[in-house]
């Protein structure tokens, strides 16, 4: 009679388990796709919210915003960053969508430089130089997450020396705070028993539309920078610093992003295969001051952008294919994401000229961006 009453409570249980719908976040997420264990610890999802409903879903698995839901002019809520909807993707498809860079953002030249008379020779992953870090950058790594609230989420990470060849041992953090105005402040710190370099930037790739079949094209852009760093055709800082005016690099006024993207026949945006490249903000590194503005005229949704760093890298998506399926389905093709990442200057440890990198013992690296998101009727 036992067996028979304990047989019966678990068919009721497995009754109820496949009736009930799973919770999901407001872009659709299903947390229990983002638990696993990586480098033998858990990993979760965890979402910030605030009293207007918006909400910020980030994976500690490279530190990446995997969500980002605000409302449009409609009042409804849209989805304006692209994505995977479970950590198994993050694990085996590469990219940088959402992730917390480092050590450091952007390329290095030939990944060598030198510090204090010793050369370095980092992993080459990108046309022969070092790109975010290298193959094994931070975005592969698992953060630790020291503290959860609904407003704000802390994550660590201690990249010991030789991590992909870069020196010092580096103690690493980075705070997400989600306020009532409906912006996301993302504070960067490090610390270092050992002279090293660190430049690190959030790598979200934003669609204002909250539709990711749609390009980017079509938003609307302004950059607080009269000044930009042009490439070579490895997509590498020559070292020169060129104004923008007169050139389809000038964002100075409010400009459709695609009006001049395809302009080949400047050089600029045929080496970048479209916009990648580094601006010299105006801003002087103050975080009250607007660096970017970025709107879509489909939703209303406007997202600016404020920093205390020198320079923001725009990336037009130029090399999304349509290999890679983000969430809800969709195949990611080319300039259906636009990246807008704080930073000091491509290859600054090679130009000693630019603001630098270099952090040293007793010294503490800080960086602030705030993505500032509001509506126009």
Not at 43 to 48: F, G, V, W
Not at 236 to 250: C, F, R, S, Y
Not at 256 to 277: A, M, R, S, T
Not at 350 to 374: D, I, M, Q
Request: charged content about 20%; glycine content about 8%.
């Amino acid at each position: 009679m036992i067996r028979k009453i304990l047989t019966l409570m678990v068919a009721a249980a497995a009754l109820v388990g496949c009736c009930n719908q799973p919770q999901t976040t407001a872009s659709g997420l299903n947390p229990a796709d983002f638990v696993t264990t990586i480098d033998g610890q858990q990993t979760a999802l965890y979402t910030l919210t605030n009293a207007n409903g918006m909400e910020v879903a980030i994976t500690p698995f490279g530190g990446r915003i995997v969500s980002i839901v605000v409302p449009d002019r409609e009042g409804k809520m849209q989805d304006v960053v692209l994505g995977f909807d479970k950590i198994a993707d993050y694990q085996n498809i590469p990219s940088d969508f959402g992730a917390s860079i480092g050590r450091y953002a952007n390329r290095i030249a030939q990944g060598k430089f030198t510090l204090d008379g010793v050369e370095y020779d980092l992993p080459k992953n990108n046309f022969g130089h070092c790109l975010h870090g290298g193959p094994n950058g931070w975005q592969y790594k698992l953060y630790t997450v020291a503290e959860a609230t609904d407003k704000q989420l802390v994550l660590t990470l201690a990249s010991p020396a030789g991590d992909e060849n870069f020196p010092g041992n580096l103690n690493a953090k980075v705070i997400f705070t989600l306020t009532d105005e409906n912006a996301i402040a993302i504070d960067y710190e490090a610390e270092t028993d050992a002279p090293t370099i660190v430049n690190m930037t959030n790598h979200s790739y934003f669609n204002l539309s909250g539709d990711a079949t749609k390009q980017i094209t079509d938003h609307e852009l302004q950059l607080m920078a009269s000044a930009f760093t042009p490439v070579d055709t490895t997509y590498m800082t020559t070292g020169e610093i060129l104004p923008v005016a007169g050139t389809p690099m000038d964002f100075t006024a409010p400009k459709v992003v695609g009006e001049e993207i395809d302009n080949f026949d400047y050089e600029q945006l045929k080496n970048g295969n479209g916009y990648d490249h580094n601006w010299v903000l105006d801003t002087a590194g103050d975080k009250t001051k607007p660096a970017a503005i970025l709107y879509a005229p489909s939703t209303g949704i406007e997202l600016t952008v404020y920093t205390t760093e020198p320079g923001i890298q725009l990336y037009t998506g130029n090399f999304l294919d349509g290999t890679a399926t983000g969430k809800k389905g969709i195949v990611y093709n080319q300039r259906v994401g636009i990246c807008l990442e704080t930073q000091k200057y491509p290859d600054t440890p090679n130009k000693p000229e630019w603001p630098s990198a270099v952090l040293r013992p007793g010294e503490k690296y800080t960086s602030h961006c705030t993505f500032a998101f509001a509506v126009r009727e």
